[in-house]
């Protein structure tokens, strides 16, 4: 087997450690058992993350990145606000229905993490706020800010609710999708 060069080591224990902890939690999965998936030395390991709550941190804010990604070509998209909003909800469907989805990772970490000046809740606080200020944004676009910063955070908890609805087998997307339009409306009509 090649050597890693140090930066893909560092990336590639990042990406092992999130497919454990999505299958078996955070706390249940162990140091040893990420250093021996990975297949790196415990120096290693320790010299790109001294603690585990740095490695947690450090795969919340990777799993964080590759969904704001996505947003960010949303963003730059020419499309109603409405259309943009229908299509978050549309990742989330795809997502649900993925042979990889377990879950909301972010839900997982805060239920093991409940302590807000923990460092692994507030990088969950970050990627929900992010989400909410990122919709906020959409429709600031077609409201007033007041209205969006209600109706986003609204949208947020139907996000919510349809992901742990779809974890417990349970689709609730379209009626996620239905009551957003619904919200927007009424934020809309409210101005």
Request: glycine share 4%; charged share 25%; proline share 6%.
């Amino acid at each position: 087997m090649t050597p890693l060069p140090k930066k893909d080591k560092r990336h590639h224990v990042v990406e092992t450690a999130y497919a454990l902890f999505k299958r078996a939690g955070f706390h249940a999965t162990g140091i040893d058992r990420i250093i021996a998936e990975a297949d790196v030395a415990k120096m290693t390991m320790y010299r790109h993350f001294p603690s585990k709550d740095e490695l947690i941190v450090e795969v919340l804010d990777y799993r964080a990145r590759r969904f704001e990604r996505q947003l960010d070509q949303l963003a730059r998209e020419v499309t109603p606000p409405e259309r943009k909003i229908a299509r978050i909800f549309d990742w989330h469907e795809r997502w649900f229905s993925s042979p990889d989805f377990h879950g909301c990772l972010f839900a997982h970490a805060l239920a093991e993490f409940g302590d807000p000046s923990h460092p692994v809740f507030q990088a969950v606080a970050r990627q929900k706020n992010g989400l909410k200020r990122r919709m906020q944004a959409i429709l600031e676009e077609m409201m007033p800010p007041r209205q969006a910063e209600g109706a986003a955070a609204a949208l947020l908890m139907l996000i919510e609710g349809a992901t742990l609805m779809a974890q417990m087998g349970q689709p609730a997307i379209d009626s996620a999708r239905k009551a957003a339009g619904a919200i927007i409306a009424s934020a809309r009509t409210a101005q």
